[in-house]
């Protein structure tokens, strides 16, 4: 185990693993379509849920279809998901926006009426915001997506000590008072352990400093990169893994692929199950699964301050070609 200064506990073990499900193993991986896999799991055994489902894109692991037809597809495992939760659990369902012909449809919007109808409660919507994508020619490039918190009751688990974040004026106090004829300086107003981290994930220069959460999508130059073309990154399942569970709890990715959630919640103690239908998704997982046992696992550690270019970088220098031409440039 190795320890690092925000407290996180980064687990490098043998964990014991299981193609079914076993109450006693650290990591089930259920290979085939979700809707079938996931009725091996019992009612009510797994505390969180956390997924990046399928977006309707046409990627290989997916057929496109008319958005209606998607959403009726989706219905049957969204109450599955119901079954298997914890009554103290939470679901978090990170979603972006299906497009057709250049129109956007937010599917955040379209999944919370899913979600409430099969009995879930939200309780945060969170923009996870990042500063790397696709560039748009028809509209303005999308740079953020959401994530819907859920939760199966009123009661259930939030960590909040475990995620704060410092205060940006801890030395802020409550109004002076008068007591017995004297003034008596106000109590600090914050917490000393920080403050409520927002629902709004971004770093502008170091989060722990500035109290925004930015994780970075995985991209080409990311650490944590496979060949799988939508991938999460670890850092922000941890975030939720922290908040949303307690060491031992049981987490379920019902869309694994290469297994960035199993992993978040493997090398933090808890227990994890995967479910993935594409065969070369599993092997890279478990691959990864391996470099963390032998504690040679790449990832971006949690924490860490986005990289702001100095603008010295050849990549950040005007080309020549544009000087030439004399453009008139707005930045």
């Given at each position: 185990?190795?320890?690092?200064?925000?407290?996180?506990?980064?687990?490098?073990?043998?964990?014991?693993?299981?193609?079914?499900?076993?109450?006693?193993?650290?990591?089930?991986?259920?290979?085939?379509?979700?809707?079938?896999?996931?009725?091996?799991?019992?009612?009510?055994?797994?505390k969180?849920?956390?997924t990046?489902?399928?977006?309707?894109?046409?990627?290989?692991?997916?057929?496109?279809?008319?958005?209606?037809?998607?959403?009726?597809?989706?219905?049957?495992?969204?109450?599955?998901?119901y079954?298997?939760?914890?009554?103290?659990?939470?679901?978090?369902?990170?979603?972006?926006?299906?497009?057709?012909?250049?129109?956007?449809?937010?599917?955040?919007?379209?999944?919370?009426?899913?979600?409430?109808?099969?009995?879930?409660?939200?309780?945060?919507?969170?923009?996870?915001?990042?500063?790397?994508?696709?560039?748009?020619s028809?509209?303005?490039?999308?740079?953020?997506?959401?994530?819907?918190?859920?939760?199966?009751?009123?009661?259930?688990?939030?960590?909040?000590?475990?995620?704060?974040?410092?205060?940006?004026?801890?030395?802020?106090?409550?109004?002076?008072?008068i007591?017995?004829?004297?003034?008596?300086?106000?109590?600090?107003?914050?917490?000393?352990?920080?403050?409520n981290?927002?629902?709004?994930?971004?770093?502008?220069?170091?989060?722990?400093?500035?109290?925004?959460?930015?994780?970075?999508?995985?991209?080409?130059?990311?650490?944590?990169?496979?060949?799988?073309?939508?991938?999460?990154?670890?850092?922000?399942?941890?975030?939720?893994?922290?908040?949303?569970?307690?060491?031992?709890?049981?987490?379920?990715?019902?869309?694994?692929?290469?297994?960035?959630?199993?992993?978040?919640?493997?090398?933090?103690?808890?227990?994890?199950i995967?479910?993935?239908?594409?065969?070369?998704?599993?092997?890279?997982?478990?691959?990864?699964?391996?470099?963390?046992?032998?504690?040679?696992?790449?990832?971006?550690?949690?924490?860490?301050?986005?990289?702001?270019?100095?603008?010295?970088?050849?990549?950040?220098?005007i080309?020549?070609?544009?000087?030439?031409?004399?453009?008139?440039?707005n930045?």
């Amino acid at each position: 185990m190795v320890q690092n200064k925000f407290n996180i506990s980064f687990i490098t073990k043998k964990f014991k693993k299981s193609n079914n499900y076993n109450a006693s193993a650290d990591l089930m991986m259920l290979e085939g379509d979700t809707l079938k896999v996931i009725k091996k799991i019992p009612n009510k055994k797994v505390k969180l849920i956390i997924t990046s489902p399928p977006y309707n894109l046409e990627k290989e692991y997916e057929k496109k279809q008319s958005l209606e037809d998607y959403l009726n597809k989706m219905s049957p495992y969204i109450k599955e998901f119901y079954r298997v939760l914890k009554n103290d659990g939470s679901i978090c369902w990170q979603v972006g926006s299906y497009v057709n012909k250049s129109e956007v449809f937010p599917l955040d919007i379209f999944y919370y009426k899913m979600f409430k109808a099969s009995g879930f409660k939200l309780r945060n919507r969170i923009i996870w915001h990042f500063n790397h994508g696709l560039h748009s020619s028809k509209r303005l490039s999308g740079r953020y997506e959401t994530l819907l918190w859920f939760t199966k009751s009123d009661n259930y688990t939030f960590n909040l000590d475990k995620i704060r974040v410092p205060s940006k004026y801890p030395g802020k106090r409550k109004k002076n008072y008068i007591a017995k004829n004297k003034k008596v300086s106000g109590k600090p107003s914050g917490n000393p352990l920080g403050k409520n981290p927002s629902d709004y994930w971004e770093i502008m220069t170091n989060e722990w400093e500035l109290g925004f959460w930015d994780i970075p999508n995985v991209k080409a130059h990311h650490p944590e990169k496979t060949l799988h073309p939508c991938q999460f990154p670890i850092e922000l399942v941890e975030r939720c893994i922290f908040g949303f569970t307690n060491e031992k709890d049981l987490v379920l990715d019902p869309y694994s692929g290469t297994g960035s959630a199993i992993l978040a919640a493997l090398k933090n103690n808890r227990r994890s199950i995967g479910c993935e239908i594409k065969k070369k998704y599993i092997k890279i997982a478990l691959d990864r699964v391996k470099k963390l046992e032998e504690g040679k696992l790449p990832y971006r550690k949690f924490g860490k301050p986005i990289h702001i270019p100095s603008g010295k970088e050849k990549v950040a220098q005007i080309p020549r070609e544009w000087v030439k031409k004399n453009y008139n440039f707005n930045f």
